[in-house]
């Protein structure tokens, strides 16, 4: 029988190799650059901020500027991002890149910012207080404008609609959703049979979509504030044989979303070009702290993606 | 009054659906029912392994993260890989087995406190999950995998029957093996059932072992479902599967409680869900009454528990040492 205090440090020991494994692995070796930056996105969970990452470290390569990317464990978690932006003012970094998962949550992470005199830059969301150098993005209530507006000309400007929001509260679904509502009000014979949250994610949009099929023996058109509670409504609606009387949108043009739209599953997405996000924001940052004038809003053009031009998306 | 005591979870579930199928025609309908049915099945199956942890006087936090795990590691075999479908089955199982293995093994041997080992597996399999899978996602698997979370057999969705094998097995084990009556031991009184000769670090290794196990098959089922695997899914399983044993009438005690009332705590969640997307509850509300109604029914459980539960020699040995 081998000793309880023996078979504890055992296993403390094998989690401490995991983990040092697990930082090895996760933690990209910083090179000495010209400046230091730590770039902090909403989550991993969606292969959007992978792509946001790849852009703003694309941007440090290209300008020779250290970019540290940092995402919370828990997704969409601001107080996480606080304590990110707060180990980048004690360690000195010379700008700081947030995409705050809540607009206002995150103005005291930039206030600190501000009276440590960092510059603060958020690319794709915006905040609601403190000093913000630039924001870069694409405007998502146009975006969202742009899709609905295509997929209810697609139906003839008439049919039953069902929305499916993003997080309740978050930023980017109130703006896509007014969009959304903004096109679905130009054209009176579209009918919202409902519009309802599915949490930004493919499991909930599954679901909330089963039971709304349930609820709606004809629906014409699902307009998603993301690819992933797309996806989701792809499957349920797959699954209840109503796929094909039924148009799905997306935004976010994730790849999953591309490929569904090549196979004729989803009608469209947008593509707000996360890498370009990332990239332009960085830029911005380094503008900043070359001292040039920087605009306060850099708005990047997003197109809707349809059959018609995914091949040129899709990797 | 008393006779009722033993359906007041059925009654209560039945009171609910009557409740919504008064506002909601749609509710009752054949096909929503199956959709509640495949939609509670996931749930069901982690919470019967959540329910024998209980039993235990354990918890088991890790259950949605082990599912993310071995969901993954399975999505990779099957689709990077392009092994055939078994082998990412039986490895999924073999993942989960392992890291129930380790948390059986840490509350038993080590002594560390089930909230604190399984709180802290939760964040170590998640984020083997994340590197694994490095911020993607895998989508599409073959029609064979796609059987097991989509397919039909004799009209029944397969999640169900799946589901319903597992609940009927942990009834079985539960009511008529050794092992069952030892967990219920285990739970009662731990220093009682080792003298009376119970293996009790076993039966606890044993309970959290089938647990991990059920909740790789859990992600097996969920990832076929959802055509799709990511390592975000199910953060929030293993608090809706502990309020599904709560509602069940499994207090957090131990000793007491059982797999048939989970399978009803299970259903409850899933039927508030479903009832609040076809009333067409404002999204801003629908977090807000899921908890207000779990809060009910929990109160109503433990209420009715305390008024009318006969007096036992095991929880009064309990209330005696716990304090």
Same mark, same amino acid.
């Given at each position: 029988?081998?000793?309880?205090?023996?078979?504890?440090?055992?296993?403390?020991?094998?989690?401490?190799?995991?983990?040092?494994?697990?930082?090895?692995?996760?933690?990209?070796?910083?090179?000495?650059?010209?400046?230091?930056?730590?770039?902090?996105?909403?989550?991993?969970?969606?292969?959007?901020?992978?792509?946001?990452?790849?852009?703003?470290?694309?941007?440090?390569?290209?300008?020779?500027?250290?970019?540290?990317?940092?995402?919370?464990?828990?997704?969409?978690?601001?107080?996480?991002?606080?304590?990110?932006?707060?180990?980048?003012?004690?360690?000195?970094?010379?700008?700081?890149?947030?995409?705050?998962?809540?607009?206002?949550?995150?103005?005291?992470?930039?206030?600190?910012?501000?009276?440590?005199?960092?510059?603060?830059?958020?690319?794709?969301?915006?905040?609601?207080? $403190?000093?913000?150098?630039?924001?870069? $993005?694409?405007?998502?209530?146009?975006?969202?404008?742009?899709?609905?507006?295509?997929?209810?000309?697609?139906?003839?400007?008439?049919?039953?609609?069902?929305?499916?929001? $993003?997080?309740?509260? &978050?930023?980017?679904?109130?703006?896509?959703?007014?969009?959304?509502?903004?096109?679905?009000?130009?054209?009176?014979?579209?009918?919202?049979?409902?519009?309802?949250?599915?949490?930004?994610?493919?499991?909930?949009?599954?679901?909330?979509?089963? &039971?709304?099929?349930?609820?709606?023996?004809?629906?014409?058109?699902?307009?998603?504030?993301?690819?992933?509670?797309?996806?989701?409504?792809?499957?349920?609606?797959?699954?209840?044989?109503?796929?094909?009387?039924?148009?799905?949108?997306?935004?976010?043009? &994730?790849?999953?979303?591309?490929?569904?739209?090549?196979?004729?599953?989803?009608?469209?997405?947008?593509?707000?070009?996360?890498?370009?996000?990332?990239?332009?924001?960085?830029?911005?940052?380094?503008?900043?702290?070359?001292?040039?004038?920087?605009?306060?809003?850099?708005?990047?053009?997003?197109?809707?993606?349809?059959?018609? &031009?995914?091949?040129?998306?899709?990797? | 009054?008393?006779?009722?005591?033993?359906?007041?979870?059925?009654?209560?579930?039945?009171?609910?659906?009557?409740?919504?199928?008064?506002?909601?025609?749609?509710?009752?309908?054949?096909?929503?029912?199956?959709?509640?049915?495949?939609?509670?099945?996931?749930?069901?199956?982690?919470?019967?392994?959540?329910?024998?942890?209980?039993?235990?006087?354990?918890?088991?936090?890790?259950?949605?993260?082990?599912?993310?795990?071995?969901?993954?590691?399975?999505?990779?075999?099957?689709?990077?890989?392009?092994?055939?479908?078994?082998?990412?089955?039986?490895?999924?199982?073999?993942?989960?087995?392992?890291?129930?293995?380790?948390?059986?093994?840490?509350?038993?041997?080590?002594?560390?406190?089930?909230?604190?080992?399984?709180?802290?597996?939760?964040?170590?399999?998640?984020?083997?999950?994340?590197?694994?899978?490095?911020?993607?996602?895998?989508?599409?698997?073959?029609? /064979?995998?796609?059987?097991?979370?989509?397919?039909?057999?004799?009209? =029944?969705?397969?999640?169900?029957?799946?589901?319903?094998?597992?609940?009927?097995?942990?009834?079985?084990?539960?009511?008529?093996?050794?092992?069952?009556?030892? *967990?219920?031991?285990?739970?009662?009184?731990?220093?009682?059932?080792?003298?009376?000769?119970?293996?009790?670090?076993? =039966?606890?290794?044993? =309970?959290?072992?089938?647990?991990?196990?059920?909740?790789?098959?859990?992600?097996?089922?969920?990832?076929?479902?959802?055509?799709?695997? /990511?390592? =975000?899914?199910? /953060?929030?399983?293993?608090?809706?599967?502990?309020?599904?044993?709560?509602?069940?009438?499994?207090?957090?005690?131990?000793?007491?409680?059982?797999?048939?009332?989970?399978?009803?705590?299970?259903?409850?969640?899933?039927? *508030? *869900?479903?009832?609040?997307?076809?009333?067409?509850?404002?999204?801003?509300?629908?977090?807000?009454?899921?908890?207000?109604?779990?809060? *009910?029914?929990?109160?109503?459980?433990?209420?009715?528990?305390?008024?009318?539960?006969?007096?036992?020699?095991?929880?009064?040995?309990?209330?005696?040492?716990?304090?």
């Amino acid at each position: 029988m081998i000793p309880r205090y023996k078979m504890a440090t055992f296993l403390v020991a094998i989690f401490m190799i995991f983990g040092l494994m697990l930082s090895v692995a996760t933690d990209p070796v910083l090179a000495a650059g010209k400046y230091k930056m730590i770039f902090i996105v909403k989550s991993l969970d969606n292969p959007f901020w992978d792509r946001m990452r790849a852009g703003a470290e694309k941007a440090g390569k290209d300008l020779d500027i250290d970019i540290k990317t940092l995402a919370p464990i828990k997704p969409y978690n601001v107080e996480e991002q606080l304590r990110f932006m707060e180990d980048g003012i004690t360690q000195k970094v010379d700008a700081i890149c947030v995409v705050p998962a809540d607009s206002k949550g995150i103005v005291p992470g930039i206030e600190k910012a501000n009276k440590a005199g960092i510059p603060v830059v958020t690319p794709n969301s915006r905040a609601y207080g $403190g000093k913000v150098a630039t924001w870069t $993005g694409a405007q998502n209530r146009d975006v969202g404008y742009d899709i609905a507006k295509y997929a209810l000309g697609v139906l003839g400007g008439k049919g039953n609609v069902i929305i499916l929001e $993003g997080t309740p509260g &978050n930023q980017t679904a109130i703006d896509r959703k007014k969009g959304f509502d903004d096109a679905i009000a130009e054209y009176p014979d579209i009918k919202v049979l409902a519009s309802q949250t599915a949490k930004y994610s493919r499991v909930e949009g599954m679901r909330v979509m089963e &039971n709304l099929v349930q609820r709606f023996p004809k629906i014409d058109l699902v307009i998603a504030c993301n690819d992933e509670m797309a996806l989701g409504a792809v499957e349920a609606l797959d699954a209840a044989g109503r796929l094909k009387e039924t148009k799905i949108t997306g935004f976010d043009a &994730n790849n999953d979303a591309l490929k569904s739209i090549s196979e004729g599953k989803m009608l469209a997405t947008g593509d707000q070009r996360p890498d370009a996000q990332g990239y332009w924001g960085v830029v911005a940052a380094y503008c900043y702290l070359e001292g040039m004038p920087v605009p306060k809003d850099l708005y990047l053009p997003a197109p809707v993606i349809d059959q018609s &031009n995914v091949k040129q998306h899709l990797k | 009054m008393k006779f009722l005591i033993p359906y007041s979870r059925i009654l209560i579930l039945l009171a609910l659906c009557a409740l919504i199928s008064f506002f909601s025609p749609h509710f009752l309908q054949t096909s929503n029912i199956i959709n509640i049915l495949r939609q509670a099945a996931i749930l069901n199956i982690l919470g019967v392994g959540m329910t024998i942890v209980i039993i235990t006087g354990g918890i088991d936090l890790s259950n949605g993260a082990v599912l993310a795990l071995s969901s993954c590691i399975a999505a990779i075999l099957l689709k990077d890989a392009g092994l055939p479908m078994p082998i990412g089955i039986i490895a999924a199982l073999i993942i989960g087995c392992c890291c129930g293995l380790i948390n059986g093994a840490m509350v038993a041997k080590v002594a560390i406190p089930p909230f604190v080992i399984t709180y802290a597996m939760m964040f170590f399999t998640r984020g083997l999950a994340f590197l694994f899978l490095q911020g993607k996602i895998i989508y599409g698997f073959t029609p /064979e995998f796609r059987f097991i979370g989509t397919g039909y057999l004799f009209g =029944v969705p397969m999640p169900i029957i799946i589901s319903a094998m597992v609940t009927i097995i942990f009834i079985f084990i539960q009511k008529y093996t050794p092992f069952g009556s030892e *967990i219920y031991a285990v739970g009662a009184d731990e220093e009682a059932s080792m003298l009376s000769g119970i293996r009790t670090k076993s =039966v606890v290794i044993r =309970v959290y072992i089938l647990s991990g196990i059920l909740s790789a098959l859990a992600g097996i089922v969920y990832m076929s479902r959802l055509n799709a695997s /990511e390592p =975000v899914i199910g /953060e929030a399983f293993p608090l809706d599967a502990i309020a599904a044993v709560l509602i069940g009438g499994t207090p957090l005690s131990g000793g007491e409680g059982g797999v048939g009332g989970t399978v009803i705590g299970a259903l409850v969640i899933t039927i *508030i *869900i479903n009832a609040m997307n076809l009333l067409g509850i404002s999204s801003l509300l629908q977090t807000f009454v899921l908890g207000a109604l779990i809060i *009910i029914m929990i109160s109503v459980q433990s209420h009715s528990r305390r008024l009318f539960s006969l007096p036992s020699i095991f929880s009064a040995n309990r209330n005696g040492a716990g304090s």
